[in-house]
C-alpha cells in the first residue's frame, strides 16, 4: 500500500475487517464495501481465504487480482497444490484473470502502480518480466541507478494464469516498449513460450535470464514457483533459433538491456580502450580479450594524433590508450575522436579515473566532468560508434550520493554506464552476437 501512494496512485481502498482506517486512508471489511467499482486486486491474505476473495472480486466486477499471497503448489503439499487447481478453475469461471501466486505483482509507472518505493515514476521503453520478486526489484532498482526506465515490470510468481509467454506476446505489441527482459524459472507449456520468443524477437531485442538450468538450481525451482526448469541445451538452442540473449545473471541482465537502451551495439569486434591508469589499461586489455573481442593496434596517423594531446610520462598510446587525457577536459576532446576516427575501430570503451566516483569533487570538478561526459557523448554522434562508459563506483556509503549524481550525469547524457571494463566487454560481445544474427536473418 505504501508503493502505491508512493507511485502517485490516487484510488486506493485498504481491506481489513479489524481497522476503519489504515495509513491515513478508510478501511473497509471486505470487498464489496468499497463504494464503486474496483479494477484490480491486490491480495495478501492467507491462501484458505482466496477462494472466498474471489467470489467478493466478482461481485465487484475485478477482472484482474495479483495475488502476493503464497502458500500455494510451491509447497509441495498436495492439499496446496488441489487448492491452487481450484482457484485458477473458479478464476477461469469469473473471467477473473490472476498474477501469481507467490509474486510482488505489478509496476506499472505510467498507470501509477509500483510494488516497491523510491522507484522513479516516469516511464521509458523497457519491459521486465519475472518469476522472481527479488529479480524483478533488482531489475528496476539497478536499471533505475544506470538510467534505464520502465513501460511495465511484472513479477508473476507461479504463473497459473497469465504466463510468461502471454506476458512477451503483450510487450511484442505494446507501443511503449522497445525492450524486453524476463527472468524465467519454469513453465507449463514451453512451446507457447517458444512461440512467442521467436515472433517477439523479429522486431525487439530479448534477453533471457533462465533459472533452474543444473540440478541444484532446478530443485530450488521447483520449491521457489513450482516450475519445471528444462535443460541448458534446450534454452541456449532455443536462444540462438530466436535471436534472442540468454544471460547468466541478473547483473548481465542489466548489462544487456542498458546496453540496448543506450546505443552500445558495436558494428564489429576491434574495440578501442581508453583508460586512465597504467594497471588499469593492463588488466583491462585482458578483460576485453577475455570476453572475445579485439584490441588492434592503432594506426601511426592515429598514434602521432594521440602523442600530440598525451603527456609522456606515465601514459601509452597504443591500444589500451593510457592517457592522462581523461584528467583534462580540453585534451578528451581530441583524445576520443583520434580512436574513433582509427579505420580499424568499431567501438570504444573508456574507463574514467578511480576518483571520479568516489565523491571527492566541488562544484567546479562537477562541472568538468560534466563537460567531459558531454564531450565523449558527441564524439559517438559525430562518428556514430558504439561507446561503453565505465566508472568504477566507490561501496563506501559516504559517496553515495556523489556516486548516484554521477550515474545520472552519464545516463542523462545518453551513455551506458558499467562498473567495470569485463562488464561492459561482455556486454558487447552479446550486443555484438545479437545485432549479427538480426543482420543475418533480415537478408532476403
Keep these: 500500500m505504501l508503493s502505491l501512494k508512493d507511485a502517485g496512485q490516487p484510488n486506493i481502498y485498504p481491506v481489513n475487517p479489524n481497522a476503519d482506517e489504515i495509513e491515513g486512508l478508510p478501511a473497509y471489511a471486505s470487498l464489496t464495501d468499497i463504494p464503486g467499482p474496483v479494477d484490480h486486486v491486490i491480495s495478501a491474505i492467507p491462501a484458505a481465504y482466496v477462494l472466498d476473495m474471489l467470489e ?81 526489484s533488482d531489475a528496476t532498482y539497478n536499471g533505475a541507478l544506470r538510467g534505464l526506465r520502465f513501460s511495465k515490470v511484472v513479477s508473476f510468481g507461479n504463473a497459473i494464469d497469465v504466463s510468461a509467454a502471454e506476458l512477451v506476446n503483450y510487450a511484442e505489441q505494446d507501443t511503449n516498449t522497445e525492450i524486453i527482459g524476463a527472468y524465467i524459472e519454469g513453465m507449463h507449456d514451453a512451446r507457447d513460450f517458444y ?22 538450481g532446478g530443485r530450488a525451482t521447483q520449491s521457489h514457483t513450482a516450475s519445471l526448469a528444462g535443460s541448458g541445451e534446450l534454452w541456449a538452442a532455443a536462444a540462438r533459433q530466436t535471436n534472442a540473449v540468454l544471460v547468466h545473471n541478473m547483473q548481465e541482465m542489466v548489462d544487456v538491456l542498458v546496453g540496448w537502451r543506450f546505443r552500445a551495439v558495436p558494428s564489429g569486434p576491434r574495440i578501442g580502450l581508453v583508460v586512465g591508469g597504467g594497471g588499469i589499461s593492463v588488466q583491462g586489455a585482458d578483460d576485453v580479450e577475455r570476453e572475445g573481442l579485439q584490441l588492434p593496434a592503432l594506426s601511426d596517423h592515429t598514434l602521432r594524433r594521440l602523442a600530440e594531446v598525451t603527456p609522456v610520462a606515465g601514459t601509452g598510446i597504443r591500444n589500451p590508450v593510457d592517457t592522462m587525457s581523461l584528467w583534462d577536459g580540453e585534451r578528451i576532446r581530441p583524445t576520443v575522436d583520434a580512436v574513433a576516427e582509427d579505420p580499424s575501430i568499431d567501438a570504444i570503451i573508456v574507463q574514467v579515473g578511480m576518483n571520479w566516483g568516489v565523491g571527492f569533487f566541488g562544484n567546479e570538478e562537477l562541472d568538468t566532468r560534466q563537460n567531459m561526459i558531454a564531450e565523449i557523448a ?26 548516484a549524481r554521477l550515474a545520472r550525469m552519464i545516463s542523462d547524457a545518453g551513455l551506458p554506464l558499467y562498473y567495470n571494463i569485463r562488464d561492459a566487454a561482455r556486454a558487447m560481445r552479446r550486443l555484438l552476437t545479437w545485432e549479427t544474427r538480426r543482420v543475418e536473418r533480415a537478408q532476403p
Design 195 to 216: 512461440r512467442s520468443l521467436r515472433s517477439a524477437a523479429r522486431s525487439k531485442p530479448i534477453a533471457i535470464l533462465k533459472g533452474g538450468l543444473l540440478p541444484s
Design 56 to 136: 467478493d472480486a466478482s461481485t465487484k466486477g475485478v477482472r484482474s487480482i495479483h495475488l502476493f499471497t503464497a502458500g500455494f503448489a510451491e509447497t509441495g503439499l498436495a492439499d496446496r497444490l488441489q487448492l491452487q487447481h481450484q482457484l485458477k478453475a473458479r478464476a477461469d469461471e469469473l473471467g477473473i484473470r490472476l498474477i501469481g501466486p507467490n509474486c510482488m505483482g505489478l509496476y506499472v509507472p505510467d498507470g501509477k502502480v509500483s510494488f516497491s518505493q523510491q522507484l522513479p515514476t516516469d516511464s521509458g521503453p523497457v519491459a521486465f518480466f519475472s518469476q522472481s520478486g527479488t529479480n524483478a
Design 378 to 403: 558527441e564524439a559517438r554522434e559525430r562518428h556514430g560508434i558504439a561507446i561503453a562508459m565505465v566508472v568504477p563506483i566507490s561501496i563506501d556509503h559516504r559517496h553515495g550520493e556523489s556516486n
